[in-house]
């Protein structure tokens, strides 16, 4: 079989895989945010939480009770990291310096799960399970928490509660996260990836007479939750490209699926909660053809290997993986970045200029197709307002969107998420490039180490945590300037979408009437992508003309 | 957070390493290739070094303290290499190195339009056709396989496509005494094909490959080929 083919019905069996559970993910999921039931354990946990969980909360004290465990996160995140040394389990490693302590805890609480630091040789296990992985569902399970407010905007009426997030947080964890990763941590495991525990290294004395210590590390249950909860941070430095995190092509694929199950399952969560599963079907329509798009883009540049390097050696396998190949590392790269992933299974700084600039475009995007956990959906929601917004404003009627009106306070909040993450994206990158220390921090010369910082803030910015790798990123600047980009880029859209869903939640229903715009038509979806498309493409086009484009097109 | 640092931070690992050791503990250890004394020799999932250290290292050795440049020994096949860019000798010298260290994984992460990669591949394409041309058999620069000249993005895999392990054949056989249709049998028998015929590509394992070779057809040979390097700059 040619290498085309196999790549195309690899794809296909991922499409198929995600349309059959589509439907029962979804409904599970919104039957998790809906249920009037607690199970017994939950009951339990409540009271130990010394939370009512019958009493929603408004929203400004729903986005405080999500920064709140944000910031006890980082903080005990950072104290796990600074005093690695002490602890049990920890082979040996030494504590981490205080400014990449920094980085790494806003990185794994922000979801974005960026790395300045080669793990196989930085963490033991103690700092992996209490620290990295606890982080891994609480950051995946925020996600999912906020958008379940903004779909209770519009569902709700005449109230100012949006939902209590003890309950939201704890159920996501215990019914969804928590099952999935143990289910599917033992298929990988199967598989071949490590999980052990022993207290020191494995020495291997090699065939050739050297010898060598081999980290194998509890590598499968971090597999699961790091693909699961779209956050990306892997044991190894080389990520999901590392035999142990993925020895072939099932375990791939299997990933793959991991990181996009959820995100593509969010629609059909949106469309019950909402009342009309048509709705989901449009915003998942939207989300497909993006992917889908941008797959096929990827994996066409990417056969194609324009560049001088790439041309002497007759492919884009460096940097690539043969058990991958190119089908298989093209899918997965448009796939994490899609989403907040940011494992990557192939190094993207050594993908070809177009198909590397099709990896952070799919990341200005603002990773909505379908995103990560949660954020994914409620990224794609305000745009639909837009949409609306802009719709209305060429027909001079108010807009209106799943009943409720788009008026000046609700535009006011969508506006302000839409310019939050370009803003700190963008201009990080101004100064970065203004700054003679952070410009050393390239690997590459001319316009693909312009690519290496545009791709950096873009991917922290959007709480992406993948990386043109060749970057050194464990300086003062980039730990420093990174933490700072990475909480802005997470908190600051997430308020504006709990505010948002505050104003919604107080509105009455307003019936449609005959001039009111149908969101649940071919016409609506594709209006919806130009919105996309144009937004971005404005924001962000004269940075990708610089990098990725001039030396793509030259 | 304190309860759900003890419910997902350590029930939830503990638990699932409980499973994995109990379940599948070759693979919950890493699986670790033992040799008849039951001492483990490397995992099979992970690629091995079959290099000596080269004069040029010996030399350098005393100058930057750090290893890299080696030799491929002629009876072993040769995993994917790794690109050492080294700038404390003059410039940038570049010659293929040894990896699969097990402490660092990654890749060179040079862009695709990069001037010292562009002469990298290009100097590793004519040492590859030197060093696989033997017994009768010539392999051109042109047509030494696309996986031999790049390096992987983990450098710890132990993959090579068949079409750069077919190359290989006719060097380990000449250095071994033995047929081509011998080398042959034994690549077939560490070929792995598409996961349920179309999931990733098909791959050749390296270190089970040579760890079978040196079973079945023993050698005392030790000859190795000095690669060719070059100044980009």
């Given at each position: 079989m040619s290498v085309a083919t196999s790549g195309w019905l690899q794809a296909g069996l991922l499409v198929f895989a995600l349309a059959v559970t589509y439907r029962p993910l979804g409904d599970y999921m919104a039957h998790i945010l809906t249920s009037a039931k607690h199970w017994r354990v939950e009951r339990g946990l409540y009271k130990l939480m010394g939370v009512d969980p019958e009493a929603d909360q408004t929203w400004p004290v729903y986005i405080r009770s999500v920064l709140a465990i944000s910031v006890v996160g980082i903080l005990l995140l950072y104290v796990i990291l600074r005093v690695q040394d002490h602890l049990?389990?920890?082979?040996?490693m030494p504590a981490m310096q205080a400014d990449l302590a920094y980085n790494t805890a806003s990185s794994f609480v922000t979801n974005t799960?960026?790395?300045?630091?080669v793990g196989e040789s930085t963490l033991g296990y103690t700092a992996q399970f209490l620290g990295l992985a606890v982080q891994n569902f609480v950051s995946a399970a925020v996600g999912i928490c906020v958008v379940a407010t903004l779909i209770r905007g519009f569902v709700r009426?005449?109230?100012?509660r949006v939902g209590n997030f003890w309950v939201d947080l704890t159920r996501i964890n215990l019914r969804l996260l928590l099952p999935f990763s143990v289910v599917f941590g033992i298929i990988l495991i199967a598989a071949g990836l490590p999980q052990e525990l022993s207290s020191h290294l494995t020495s291997v004395n090699t065939v050739t007479g050297g010898s060598g210590s081999l980290?194998?590390?509890?590598t499968g249950s971090q597999e699961a939750i790091k693909m699961l909860g779209t956050?990306?941070?892997?044991?190894?430095?080389?990520n999901s490209a590392h035999p142990f995190e993925s020895p072939n092509g099932f375990t791939n694929w299997l990933e793959i699926y991991l990181l996009l199950c959820i995100g593509f399952s969010l629609p059909r969560t949106f469309g019950r909660m909402v009342g009309s599963h048509k709705q989901g079907y449009v915003i998942l329509s939207v989300m497909a053809v993006i992917w889908a798009g941008s797959a096929a883009t990827m994996t066409w540049m990417e056969e194609r290997h324009w560049g001088s390097a790439l041309a002497v050696a007759g492919?884009?396998?460096?940097?690539?993986?043969v058990r991958f190949g190119v089908p298989g590392s093209a899918l997965f790269a448009t796939s994490t970045t899609l989403t907040?992933?940011?494992?990557?299974?192939?190094?993207?700084?050594?993908?070809s200029a177009l198909g590397g600039g099709t990896a952070i475009f799919d990341m200005m995007l603002?990773?909505?197709?379908?995103?990560?956990?949660?954020s994914g959906l409620y990224g794609m929601l305000i745009l639909a307002i837009v949409t609306v917004f802009v719709a209305g404003l060429m027909v001079g009627r108010t807009p209106e969107y799943l009943g409720k009106k788009i008026r000046p306070s609700e535009m006011k909040y969508a506006a302000l998420y839409i310019l939050a993450t370009p803003s700190v994206a963008l201009v990080f990158t101004g100064i970065a490039m203004a700054t003679g220390s952070a410009r050393?921090?390239?690997?590459?010369?001319?316009p693909h180490g312009f690519s290496e910082v545009l791709y950096a803030f873009t991917s922290m910015a959007n709480n992406?945590?993948?990386?043109?790798?060749?970057?050194?990123?464990?300086?003062d600047f980039w730990n420093t300037t990174g933490g700072i980009a990475m909480v802005l880029g997470r908190f600051l859209p997430m308020i504006f979408v709990l505010a948002l869903a505050g104003s919604l939640a107080k509105q009455r229903h307003t019936p449609a009437s005959a001039g009111t715009l149908q969101t649940h038509t071919p016409l609506f979806a594709g209006l919806l992508t130009g919105v996309i498309f144009i937004v971005v493409g404005l924001t962000y086009f004269p940075a990708l003309a610089l990098g990725p484009l001039a030396e793509g097109l030259k | 957070m304190l309860i759900f640092t003890v419910i997902l931070g350590i029930a939830y690992p503990l638990v699932m390493t409980g499973i994995g050791q109990v379940a599948f503990k070759n693979q919950a250890d890493g699986s670790l290739i033992t040799n008849s004394k039951g001492?483990?020799?490397?995992?099979?999932?992970l690629c091995q070094t079959f290099v000596s250290p080269s004069a040029a290292e010996t030399a350098l050795d005393k100058k930057d303290g750090t290893s890299g440049y080696a030799d491929p020994i002629n009876k072993y096949f040769q995993s994917r290499p790794t690109f050492a860019i080294d700038a404390?000798?003059?410039?940038y010298t570049i010659q293929l190195a040894d990896g699969c260290t097990y402490t660092a994984s990654g890749s060179?992460?040079?862009?695709?339009?990069d001037p010292t990669l562009t002469k990298l591949i290009g100097l590793m394409r004519t040492n590859m056709a030197a060093f696989d041309s033997a017994g009768g058999t010539t392999v051109t620069a042109a047509q030494v396989a696309t996986d031999a000249v790049t390096e992987s993005g983990?450098?710890?895999?132990p993959y090579i496509t068949p079409q750069n392990a077919d190359q290989q054949a006719a060097r380990i056989a000449t250095t071994r005494g033995i047929t081509v249709n011998q080398v042959m049998a034994l690549i077939n028998q560490n070929t792995t094909g598409r996961d349920i015929g179309i999931l990733g590509e098909p791959a050749v394992n390296t270190t089970t490959l040579n760890i079978a070779l040196d079973q079945k057809y023993p050698s005392s040979d030790s000859s190795t080929t000095t690669f060719q390097t070059g100044a980009t700059s």
């Open positions: 049990m389990l920890s082979l040996g799960n960026w790395q300045n630091y009426t005449r109230t100012d980290y194998t590390g509890a956050n990306g941070g892997g044991i190894f430095n080389a492919s884009s396998m460096n940097g690539k993986e907040s992933t940011g494992a990557v299974n192939s190094m993207h700084d050594s993908y603002g990773e909505i197709a379908p995103g990560g956990t949660g050393r921090s390239m690997n590459n010369v001319g992406n945590g993948s990386a043109f790798a060749g970057l050194s990123g464990n300086t | 001492q483990a020799i490397g995992s099979k999932l404390t000798v003059g410039g060179n992460n040079l862009g695709p339009n983990s450098d710890e895999e």
